[in-house]
């Protein structure tokens, strides 16, 4: 147990629909970083939210996007789905932006269809 | 290109029997090194990270880790596996100088047979 949780656990979408994610960082944890996992695959990274700014960003478009709280907790904002986004969106919490020691929560499955 | 590799997409192991997943990373300097463990339809575990000094790391578990500079590898191992061990393995880098992403592997896929 992590302490991290995410909702939902699992969701379906129709493509071109948007859909927000949450994550409960851990407590204390002031970072949030997000990854997307596709099956068979190791996780991608997104980016990283460090006291409520972006702090880092992957090679995603634009219509990814995010907030973060002043709880330290965080949304992950998709919007305009398509079929390729369908994976295991995972929150990682941590105590500092460089992961030297992130906990994850259990993601969320999306399903786009 | 920068990447980190694990060469075995799957490996099968007899219980008891002893293991090592290796991981590869191709940086032009050292980064910070982790190992990851995933049980299906979970979220990932850490196992153990290395930062400097001792290379080799113990961690939860039972596993272990040496780190070799001269190979650029980090590869992880177990004396004696247990059907529990059964899951998915990630390595993973972060580079020290320009924090923030946990770079990933493609993972390794543990069988355990009894």
């Known amino acids: 147990e992590t302490g991290v949780t995410q909702s939902p656990t699992h969701l379906i979408k129709t493509r071109g629909q948007q859909v927000t994610l949450r994550c409960s960082s851990q407590?204390?944890?002031?970072?949030v970083s997000w990854y997307q996992q596709a099956l068979g695959q190791g996780p991608q990274f997104i980016f990283q939210y460090y006291r409520e700014e972006e702090n880092g960003r992957g090679n995603f478009p634009p219509r990814f996007s995010g907030l973060q709280f002043p709880n330290y907790s965080s949304e992950l904002n998709v919007n305009a789905l398509e079929l390729d986004d369908s994976a295991l969106y995972l929150c990682?919490?941590?105590?500092?932006?460089?992961?030297?020691?992130?906990?994850f929560g259990q993601g969320t499955r999306l399903t786009v269809v | 290109a920068q990447s980190v590799t694990q060469p075995d997409i799957h490996i099968t192991v007899s219980e008891g029997a002893s293991l090592e997943l290796r991981c590869n990373y191709s940086?032009?300097?050292?980064?910070?090194l982790f190992w990851y463990v995933q049980s299906p339809g979970q979220g990932l575990q850490l196992l153990l990270k290395?930062?400097?000094?001792?290379?080799l790391v113990q961690g939860i578990k039972g596993f272990e880790a040496e780190f070799k500079r001269s190979q650029s590898s980090f590869n992880l191992r177990k004396p004696s596996v247990h059907w529990s061990d059964a899951a998915e393995y990630f390595c993973a880098v972060v580079l020290n100088q320009a924090g923030t992403a946990l770079i990933f592997g493609k993972g390794t896929t543990l069988s355990v047979s009894s």
């Open positions: 290395y930062f400097s000094g001792d290379t």
């Open positions: 940086y032009g300097a050292t980064p910070y």
């Open positions: 990682a919490s941590s105590l500092n932006t460089l992961n030297t020691e992130a906990f």
């Open positions: 407590s204390g944890h002031n970072t």
